[in-house]
């Protein structure tokens, strides 16, 4: 079958955000022709990284997409907050729940808003398959609890009447090098009659029973029911397992060490008035002293399957996170999914060798670290005017490694 095609591999940026899909499409191969988003902030950082591309500061239903340049990938990750649990809004299909009629028609009109977001992704590719110039591939993200939307069985309907085919994924940007837990569904579309990407998503393992590294492979808890996300901290929808003697295995990732800068400790937690911040809430203080029980009075190393592992002198520090669930966590695990608050902090061991609390010290995660932890290349620009703003930026980012990853997939396929 024949498609057209550009002389260039091109790509446009949906919900392009401060350039997180962007960069990964770009180290892929593409080349950006336009990207568009509404937030001021975001779109000066795009700017400033990708200077050749389109860069539109506009919302997706203000651009006509029959006028716009045709392009041989479309990508995007669409606004994923109110399909999240983390913002409190109701979500589909909650069959747990006793209340039989739990529904996503909420009477916020933001709420609907985002959540119709997704029908943008379908405008802009009916417009061009109206054309006769369909995108030949699209690359879309969004948190995994988006099959809980009202609309999603209608939407992914509506696609794949345009003339394509497509395979979901459930993957977690800890597999993908990125420091961080956080959970992603990617859906990736391609016209019927060309060549199925190859999606198989194999993390490297150490296979304890083996001894030996494997191919993990996706093992799904209920096979009628292939949604949801990676069992690390908590029971959830999936696993890894060898594919020789199917065992359980956790594929290597990038944990919290490998992005810490251990030279800035903060300030001692019993110094913090005379520093004019406010004292700590119990929460927290409850968080640290577990953390002191499990991590400072029983030092943690390292497990096999952490790559980067700095070397630390004397104690390692743990992180807490301010979630209402959060607790202490090892330095060697990867920190939790960064939103667009400050959710993360550091508790460095007292340097008198005492496990007094007050003695240690104590931090947020600054700049540096924020934007390494999202997976971000070193020499990669956030415009913002203070730290709330990096934060935010860097919430609503793509992991740029998990956006190069599948793009790469997609490119091989038009080979």
């Not at 029959?66 to 913002?87: K, W």
């Not at 005492?354 to 070193?378: F, Y």
Request: aromatic share 12%; proline share 6%.
């Amino acid at each position: 079958m024949h498609f057209y095609w550009d002389q260039d591999l091109t790509a446009v940026d949906f919900f392009c955000g401060a350039g997180g899909l962007g960069w990964g499409l770009e180290q892929a191969g593409a080349t950006l022709s336009l990207a568009v988003n509404h937030d001021e902030r975001s779109i000066a950082t795009y700017r400033r990284n990708f200077p050749r591309a389109d860069v539109r500061c506009a919302w997706m239903e203000e651009i006509n997409w029959t006028l716009a340049p045709d392009t041989l990938i479309g990508a995007g990750a669409p606004e994923c907050r109110n399909h999240s649990p983390s913002a409190g809004e109701k979500l589909n299909d909650q069959m747990q729940l006793s209340f039989p009629g739990w529904t996503d028609h909420d009477a916020k009109p933001e709420v609907e808003k985002s959540r119709a977001s997704m029908w943008q992704l379908f405008r802009a590719a009916e417009a061009k398959a109206r054309k006769n110039r369909p995108y030949h591939s699209m690359i879309f993200e969004n948190v995994p609890e988006v099959h809980k939307w009202r609309d999603y069985g209608k939407w992914e309907k509506e696609m794949l009447g345009l003339g394509y085919e497509h395979q979901v994924l459930y993957v977690n940007a800890m597999h993908f090098n990125v420091a961080q837990c956080r959970d992603r569904w990617i859906a990736v579309f391609w016209r019927k009659g060309a060549k199925k990407p190859d999606l198989d998503f194999r993390p490297l393992a150490l296979c304890r029973s083996c001894e030996k590294d494997i191919a993990a492979v996706q093992c799904w808890k209920n096979l009628a029911k292939k949604k949801g996300r990676y069992e690390y901290r908590q029971r959830a929808q999936y696993t890894y397992h060898c594919p020789h003697c199917a065992r359980r295995v956790q594929p290597y990732y990038r944990s919290a060490a490998s992005v810490v800068d251990f030279s800035d400790r903060g300030i001692k937690i019993g110094e913090r008035k005379e520093h004019k911040l406010p004292a700590l809430d119990e929460e927290t203080v409850q968080r640290i002293r577990s953390g002191i029980e499990h991590f400072f009075k029983h030092p943690h190393v390292p497990p096999p399957e952490v790559l980067d592992v700095p070397a630390i002198d004397g104690l390692a520090p743990f992180w807490i996170s301010y979630y209402s669930n959060g607790k202490a966590y090892s330095i060697y695990t990867p920190f939790c999914t960064f939103s667009t608050k400050e959710r993360c902090a550091l508790v460095f061991p007292p340097e008198d060798g005492s496990m007094d609390l007050n003695q240690c010290a104590l931090r947020m995660l600054n700049e540096v670290e924020i934007k390494k932890g999202s997976g971000l290349p070193e020499g990669y620009e956030i415009v913002a005017g203070g730290k709330e703003e990096v934060v935010r930026q860097c919430g609503h980012m793509v992991p740029p490694p998990m956006g190069a990853w599948v793009t790469r997939r997609v490119i091989d396929a038009l080979a």
